[in-house]
T-cell receptor, first 112, second 113 residues
Framework: GDSVTQMEGPVTLSEEAFLTINCTYT??????LFWYVQYPGEGLQLLLK?????DKGSNKGFEATYRKETTSFHLEKGSVQVSDSAVYFCALTWEYGNKLVFGAGTILRVKS | EAQVTQNPRYLITVTGKKLTVTCSQNMNHEYMSWYRQDPGLGLRQIYY???????DKGDVPEGYKVSRKEKRNFPLILESPSPNQTSLYFC????????????FGPGTRLTVT
């Protein structure tokens, strides 16, 4: 079945460090890909998305590129802040799908 | 303010005692879903609803019921909770299918002893 695999965490970085969180997927066809973020004590919120190959999603300094050839959607940010500490979920779905398929989530901790 | 609300936020109960977790959204969204979040597994869909009176099973529906009598409300019912239903539950709503941005509630932490 369709699935999403994320790098295990937690990832601990110092402020202003470069961030990469790896995400790969297994799916038939060409799904849409998402990154959702969950701040402590809150629900998930959409961070960015990409709907077709080579699309780049970006928001709040975060970026991810839909790579069909490697079935990947890695999340990157050039300079993390303490306020970026959260759990990051990679997910996929289809144009008329009824659910999101989530990865296990990656905890990010940023130290000042 | 556009939001999805859930109640209660925290609940400790005993095996077999029926409970309901409420979910309400004020965005006039057609789609609503329930997910459970477990460590190492991410979020898994329990049930979803495409509109009033239209509901269907997600990936892990066993032991749960839902209803959609009004557009804004989508309660999750556990008729006879068991310890394996101890989890963090999220309600979500959206304008359309899951390719649309999902708006999540703050979560309900349920413990079944």
């Amino acid at each position: 079945g369709d699935s999403v695999t994320q790098m295990e965490g937690p990832v601990t970085l110092s402020e202003e460090a470069f961030l990469t969180i790896n995400c790969t997927y297994t799916a038939t066809g060409y799904p849409s890909l998402f990154w959702y973020v969950q701040y402590p004590g809150e629900g998930l919120q959409l961070l960015l998305k990409a709907t077709k190959a080579d699309d780049k999603g970006s928001n709040k300094g975060f970026e991810a590129t839909y790579r069909k050839e490697t079935t990947s959607f890695h999340l990157e940010k050039g300079s993390v802040q303490v306020s970026d500490s959260a759990v990051y979920f990679c997910a996929l779905t289809w144009e008329y799908g009824n659910k999101l398929v989530f990865g296990a989530g990656t905890i990010l901790r940023v130290k000042s | 303010e556009a939001q999805v609300t859930q109640n209660p936020r925290y609940l400790i109960t005993v095996t077999g005692k029926k409970l309901t977790v409420t979910c309400s959204q004020n965005m006039n969204h057609e789609y609503m879903s329930w997910y459970r979040q477990d460590p190492g597994l991410g979020l898994r869909q329990i049930y979803y609803s495409m509109n009033v009176e239209v509901t269907d099973k997600g990936d892990v529906p066993e032991g749960y019921k839902v209803s959609r009598k009004e557009k804004r409300n989508f309660p999750l019912i556990l008729e006879s909770p068991s310890p394996n239903q101890t989890s963090l539950y999220f309600c979500a709503s959206s304008l359309g299918p899951s390719s649309y941005e999902q708006y999540f509630g703050p979560g309900t932490r349920l413990t079944v002893t």
